[in-house]
């Protein structure tokens, strides 16, 4: 019963690099997100999906990009690292919209 | 535009102390209203939900929660806290029907709890 799993869990990027962080989920939800959480900032949404092909952003998209080729699966993107995007990330996915949404462990990203 | 607002960034209490926690929200249309917990290091888990039944809602833990549309507001009650409820709690709103992100849900900035032994 895994739910929502994310890799790494840890991750030091240079300035510059790439990376895409994994998310899977095994509950069959169609809606998937993706959010970063910055000290005393909460939770700020930077793409979401409702289904396998169909994806949009949040409210902190840029310098990220997010593909969806089937429902279990919702990578995060980083092409070009920024010190500014060293924060946790969360996946998160849901059964329908406006309904619970069941997190990942997360992924602590530093950019140095 | 939806919006958050949990009044406290740190409350510190004593164990057996009483809890409450203030959420507000503002969106004049008919909302789902949550309550995530997060204990540290680890990810945010659902404590409680409201979905337009009772507007005193139970969760887990001994915690509850209390609707009151008038107030737009949704705060969070526990009437003696433990150390093991030492977290980081968020208020999330989904707005029904508001277009955009859609089954997005804005978060609040968090409150931290603290509880001594």
């Known amino acids: 019963n895994a739910g929502v799993t994310q890799t790494p869990k840890f991750r030091i990027l240079k300035i510059g690099q790439s990376m895409t962080l994994q998310c899977t989920q095994d509950m069959n939800h169609n809606y998937m997100y993706w959010y970063r959480q910055d000290p005393g900032m909460g939770l700020k949404l930077i793409y979401y999906s409702v289904g396998a092909g169909i994806t949009d952003k949040g409210e902190v998209p840029n310098g990220y990009n997010v593909s969806r080729s089937t429902t279990e699966d919702f990578p995060l993107r980083l092409e070009l690292a920024a010190p500014s995007q060293t924060s946790v990330y969360f996946c998160?996915?849901?059964?329908?919209?406006?309904?619970?949404?069941?997190f990942g462990q997360g992924t602590r990203l530093t950019v140095v | 535009a939806q919006s958050v607002s949990q009044h406290n960034h740190h409350v510190i209490l004593s164990e057996a102390a009483s809890l409450e926690l203030g959420c507000n929200y503002s969106y004049g249309g008919t909302v789902n209203l949550f309550w995530y917990v997060q204990y540290p290091g680890q990810h945010l888990q659902l404590l409680l939900k409201y979905f337009s039944e009772d507007p005193l809602v139970k969760g887990i833990k001994g915690f509850e929660a209390e609707f009151i549309k008038s107030k737009f507001s949704f705060n969070l009650r526990k009437p003696s806290v433990q150390w093991s409820d030492t977290a980081e709690y968020f208020c999330a709103v989904n707005a029904r029907g508001y277009g955009g992100s859609q089954g997005n849900l804005i978060f609040g900035k968090g409150t931290k709890l603290s509880v001594k032994p």
């Open positions: 998160a996915s849901s059964a329908v919209s406006n309904t619970e949404a069941f």
